[in-house]
């Protein structure tokens, strides 16, 4: 029993219930290719605040605040939690932005572009050679003193912010008042029962914190000191998605008529490109960030509210993608976050 809970053998566990679970919430009722995607969740989310006014991407996405509340409980009960922050919050603020943009220009996250692919929506691949490409680029400042700053202790009532706001999102899913906005139609309108989501969030987020997940982090650690650790999760995910779309007959393979995506793979693969980057210099995928956050972190808590504030810049301004094609100013949104990513890898230097 000890064995099988070795941290090897407890990522690729992770992996594979994530890539279940995302498959399953599929058949439960979320989009297609999208039962876990934490830029669109978040995309959604923002949009039921009255961030942005895209009708048709609107609702309270439960597996948010379960990705945050889970890993709450795990880092309290393994002794983990730890109030922190103080390391540039808000570069990490206007990077977790950009990794939002990138994400909306490609339409998926680096998870989603794993469930995509397992699908059978061959662009996964564009994405996923993107997130590698950029993770590259990072690790290009890395090795040349890259660092946003050292983290300090905090009062652990401040790294109880995140998982309490989470906790109140929650609450404003159960009990939606008017402001509340739901799309009628679209990716917003298709969700899984409430608890369901609340359930799998609870779980993906309980299993990520223990296993320490990260679907940029894997490529990072393989490019970098070819520690393999982060990607065997990633292939377990996609490996269990696979069986699952095949079993569930959810498997449909080409570029072009995917669910929730297009087909541009210059763009997809730069708006990856940039999620990668991004993600590399801020020490993680947006679902690492949602867990450092559950775990004390305020610096990561401060990249959600980044990725919060990219889906409504997204959204407001003509960046976001959709099955048509890129939005009309994303590929600009693209290169200028590439610019301002690369800026900061050469001026955040250690001296």
Same mark, same amino acid.
């Given at each position: 029993?000890?064995?099988?809970?070795?941290?090897?053998?407890?990522?690729?566990?992770?992996?594979?219930?994530?890539?279940?679970?995302?498959?399953?919430?599929?058949?439960?009722?979320?989009?297609?290719?999208?039962?876990?995607?934490?830029?669109?969740?978040?995309?959604?989310?923002?949009?039921?605040?009255?961030?942005?006014?895209?009708?048709?991407?609107?609702?309270?996405?439960?597996?948010?605040?379960?990705?945050?509340?889970?890993?709450?409980?795990?880092?309290?009960?393994?002794?983990?939690?730890?109030?922190?922050?103080?390391?540039?919050?808000?570069?990490?603020?206007?990077?977790?932005?950009?990794?939002?943009?990138?994400?909306?220009?490609?339409?998926?996250?680096?998870?989603?572009?794993?469930?995509?692919?397992?699908?059978?929506?061959?662009?996964?691949?564009?994405?996923?050679?993107?997130?590698?490409?950029?993770?590259?680029?990072?690790?290009?400042?890395?090795?040349?003193?890259?660092?946003?700053?050292?983290?300090?202790?905090?009062?652990?009532?401040?790294?109880?912010?995140?998982?309490?706001?989470?906790?109140?999102?929650?609450?404003?899913?159960?009990?939606?008042?008017?402001?509340?906005?739901?799309?009628?139609?679209?990716?917003?309108?298709?969700?899984?029962?409430?608890?369901?989501?609340?359930?799998?969030?609870?779980?993906?987020?309980?299993?990520?914190?223990?296993?320490?997940?990260?679907?940029?982090?894997?490529?990072?650690?393989?490019?970098?000191?070819?520690?393999?650790?982060?990607?065997?999760?990633?292939?377990?995910?996609?490996?269990?998605?696979?069986?699952?779309?095949?079993? /569930?007959? &959810?498997?449909? *393979?080409?570029?072009? $008529?995917?669910?929730? +995506?297009?087909?541009?793979? !210059?763009?997809? @693969?730069? #708006?990856?490109?940039?999620?990668?980057?991004?993600?590399?210099?801020?020490?993680?995928?947006? /679902?690492? &960030?949602?867990? *450092?956050?559950?775990? $004390?972190?305020?610096? +990561?808590?401060?990249?959600? !509210?980044?990725? @919060?504030? #990219?889906?409504?810049?997204?959204?407001?301004?003509?960046?976001?993608?959709?099955?048509?094609?890129?939005?009309?100013?994303?590929?600009?949104?693209?290169?200028?976050?590439? +610019?301002?990513?690369?800026?900061?890898?050469?001026?955040?230097?250690?001296?």
């Amino acid at each position: 029993m000890r064995q099988f809970f070795m941290p090897k053998t407890l990522i690729i566990l992770a992996g594979l219930v994530m890539g279940v679970l995302a498959v399953l919430l599929v058949k439960w009722g979320n989009p297609p290719n999208m039962g876990v995607c934490v830029a669109c969740f978040i995309r959604d989310i923002a949009g039921a605040l009255g961030l942005h006014s895209a009708g048709v991407v609107q609702y309270i996405r439960p597996e948010i605040p379960g990705f945050v509340l889970g890993s709450f409980i795990a880092a309290y009960a393994f002794g983990e939690f730890r109030a922190r922050g103080g390391s540039s919050p808000l570069v990490r603020f206007l990077l977790g932005a950009l990794v939002m943009v990138g994400a909306l220009v490609f339409l998926g996250c680096p998870i989603r572009a794993t469930l995509r692919l397992a699908g059978g929506d061959l662009n996964g691949i564009t994405g996923l050679v993107g997130v590698a490409v950029g993770a590259l680029a990072g690790i290009f400042f890395l090795k040349r003193g890259y660092n946003l700053g050292r983290v300090t202790k905090i009062p652990a009532a401040v790294g109880w912010i995140a998982a309490l706001a989470m906790l109140g999102l929650l609450l404003l899913a159960i009990f939606p008042p008017g402001f509340i906005s739901f799309s009628d139609t679209g990716p917003g309108s298709q969700h899984a029962a409430l608890g369901i989501s609340v359930g799998v969030g609870l779980v993906v987020g309980f299993l990520a914190q223990r296993s320490r997940l990260c679907f940029v982090g894997a490529w990072r650690d393989i490019f970098l000191v070819r520690d393999s650790y982060l990607m065997s999760g990633v292939v377990a995910c996609f490996l269990g998605a696979l069986v699952f779309n095949l079993i /569930l007959g &959810q498997f449909h *393979l080409g570029f072009a $008529g995917q669910p929730v +995506a297009h087909s541009n793979h !210059l763009w997809n @693969f730069l #708006g990856m490109v940039l999620v990668g980057l991004a993600a590399t210099q801020l020490g993680g995928c947006p /679902l690492r &960030q949602l867990v *450092l956050s559950g775990e $004390g972190d305020t610096d +990561a808590a401060m990249t959600v !509210l980044g990725l @919060f504030a #990219g889906a409504a810049f997204a959204h407001n301004f003509l960046l976001a993608s959709s099955p048509m094609g890129t939005g009309t100013f994303g590929p600009v949104a693209v290169v200028v976050g590439l +610019a301002f990513c690369l800026a900061i890898g050469f001026l955040m230097r250690a001296k």
